[in-house]
């Protein structure tokens, strides 16, 4: 068995998947009215700001959450099933909470929607999968404490900073583009620009992947090993300071695997052993899942590991038997050509059967969108 390692998290991964086949989850318990009024306690794990109608507006997510319940359990308080979101209004009295920091907020429920047609998008799976039980709207902080995260409200503060830079130096419509790029922020892209990257099957370059961990990590680790840093050293460096960027980012689905695999991928020449693509993403997959089950029906879950899947197992069968690897510009066109085509072949039915859809000319657009990507994102580094 050339790769015990990944045929055992391959296993895992097929017993996961026929469980949930086997065993589908309950329905969503609803514990509180809709449009109810409640007060809860929790942490907060994530914030940014969203523009809408109503203006600006401050979204919070709370995990470990307490629901305010005088007379029921200890100290009046219930423990909910899953974390929370609240939108406070932005106004001149509002202290934005510092991550970590545990508030009490209160809000009007409100649960996610189920989708009533086919290829609609199902809010209520959606955020199910990410562990998120309701919202409040019309929320209001009522206390907070004075402790917090120094770790994840540091990277906070840096990524509002990189976020005002884009503003200042950049167009409106530039500026969220280039924030969804580098930092992982779509809240301010506007529908047009969503359904643009949607409809021409380039999406993926708005998660932070792959390529943005190869391109920072890597070339990070070698500026370091230029400098005469022992190698250790830099690997240690490149693979915490590639960590704090994914948490900056959301550490998604996506940015955990290139993390993962990226730290794999400098552990094996610190063993000299040979990295294996296929075992890093099988033990990748088998993480998360070991976390939480249902991103095997999460979108960008499939679409990620799919796309690494097609280039590690189907480029050599796609690839003509006369086509080499030489540095002839034809030649390099047709290994990229080939490259594409097998993350299309994988990519193909996993869009049809999540989004009833696939524009089949997006593995031709990819060979110019991918390598203009690396110059975009330096255009963005340098900018900040």
Same mark, same amino acid.
């Given at each position: 068995m050339r790769r015990p390692l990944c045929c055992v998290c391959v296993a895992f991964v097929a017993t996961v998947f026929l469980y949930l086949?086997?065993?589908?989850?309950?329905?969503?318990?609803?514990?509180?009215?809709?449009?109810?009024?409640?007060?809860?306690?929790?942490?907060?794990?994530?914030?940014?700001?969203?523009?809408?109608?109503?203006?600006?507006?401050?979204?919070?997510?709370l995990e470990n959450v307490q629901r305010w319940c005088p007379g029921m359990g200890q100290d009046g308080q219930q423990a909910v099933r899953g974390d929370v979101i609240c939108y406070v209004g932005v106004d001149t009295d509002l202290v934005e909470p510092k991550a970590g920091s545990s508030i009490a907020?209160?809000?009007?429920?409100?649960?996610?929607?189920?989708?009533?047609?086919p290829g609609a998008f199902d809010a209520q799976a959606y955020y199910r999968i990410l562990g998120v039980d309701f919202r409040l709207y019309k929320a209001e902080i009522r206390t907070q404490s004075s402790r917090y995260s120094v770790y994840h409200e540091s990277l906070y503060q840096l990524r509002r900073h990189f976020e005002e830079i884009f503003d200042r130096v950049l167009a409106p419509k530039d500026a969220s583009i280039m924030k969804a790029v580098l930092l992982g922020s779509?809240?301010?892209?506007?529908?047009?620009?969503?359904?643009?990257? $949607?409809?021409?099957?380039?999406?993926?370059i708005l998660a932070i992947?792959? @390529?943005?961990?190869?391109? /920072?990590?890597?070339? %990070?680790?070698?500026?370091?090993?230029r400098s005469g840093i022992p190698q250790a050293v830099c690997a240690v460096v490149s693979v915490g300071l590639m960590i704090a960027y994914g948490d900056?980012?959301?550490?998604s689905s996506s940015a955990y695997r290139a993390v993962f695999m990226f730290g794999m $991928?400098?552990?094996?020449?610190?063993?000299?052993?040979?990295?294996?693509? @296929?075992?890093?993403?099988? /033990?990748?997959?088998? %993480?998360?899942?070991?976390e939480q089950p249902l991103y095997l029906y999460h979108a960008g879950f499939l679409l990620s590991f799919g796309a690494i899947l097609g280039a590690g197992c189907l480029s050599d069968v796609v690839k003509p038997q006369t086509c080499g690897r030489g540095k002839h510009l034809t030649q390099r066109a047709a290994l990229s050509l080939c490259g594409s085509?097998?993350?299309? @072949?994988?990519?193909?039915?996993?869009?049809?059967?999540?989004?009833?859809?696939?524009?089949?000319?997006?593995?031709l657009l990819n060979l110019v969108v991918i390598p203009a990507m690396s110059f975009l994102m330096a255009a963005g580094l340098l900018c900040l």
């Open positions: 086949q086997c065993n589908p989850l309950p329905g969503v318990v609803q514990d509180c009215t809709e449009g109810e009024r409640i007060t809860l306690f929790g942490e907060v794990c994530k914030k940014e700001y969203q523009s809408g109608y109503q203006g600006k507006t401050l979204v919070i997510r907020v209160e809000g009007e429920v409100s649960y996610f929607g189920e989708a009533r047609n779509k809240s301010e892209l506007d529908a047009q620009s969503r359904q643009l990257f $949607q409809k021409s099957g380039i999406a993926h992947s792959g @390529l943005h961990i190869t391109m /920072l990590g890597m070339g %990070l680790y070698k500026l370091l090993g900056m980012v959301g550490m $991928q400098l552990a094996a020449q610190m063993l000299r052993r040979t990295y294996d693509m @296929l075992t890093a993403l099988a /033990l990748a997959a088998m %993480l998360i899942l070991l085509l097998s993350i299309f @072949l994988v990519h193909f039915p996993i869009m049809l059967c999540v989004y009833y859809e696939f524009p089949v000319y997006s593995f």
